[in-house]
């Protein structure tokens, strides 16, 4: 009876460590949509989840994406007039921009980004019509 009381025990603290060490997932994440007098919240939900599912940092975790019109419209302006997008001919309406926050650990797993977390991350996203689906266009700081 002894061994078997011992058996379980050590299962159950077994069990219990490694649902510790999990990573942390999307169920973790926040995602703000906020009022927008362009796009629809599908519209919106459709950009989000291109973000999410292109989101593949190693060793980093998506804590939040939002929406802000006001900040989506400042950097729609410069893509327009000085960055990838001049020349291009793509519409403001079919240009997207949402933010996003993360957290890199201290794995040394990511080569680009130091462990720490990192806020107002950008996510550029141009589609060809309102009836097409989003690309990824641009992503950074």
Do not use: H
């Not at 939900?45 to 900040?71: G, M, Q, R």
């Amino acid at each position: 009876m002894k061994k078997i009381i011992v058996s379980l025990f050590a299962i159950l603290l077994v069990f219990s460590l490694v649902a510790c060490n999990q990573k942390s997932t999307n169920e973790e994440l926040t995602i703000d949509i906020g009022d927008s007098d362009k796009f629809n919240r599908e519209e919106i939900n459709n950009a989000i989840k291109i973000v999410k599912d292109n989101f593949a940092f190693p060793a980093s975790t998506l804590t939040k994406i939002w929406y802000d019109e006001e900040e989506s419209d400042r950097n729609i302006k410069f893509y327009l007039e000085n960055g990838k997008g001049e020349g291009t001919g793509v519409k403001p309406e079919d240009i997207i921009v949402l933010l996003s926050n993360f957290d890199v650990d201290d794995s040394e797993d990511n080569p680009v980004f130091s462990p720490g977390s990192y806020e107002n991350y950008q996510w550029l996203l141009i589609r060809d019509n309102k009836d097409s689906e989003w690309m990824i266009d641009d992503q950074g700081y």
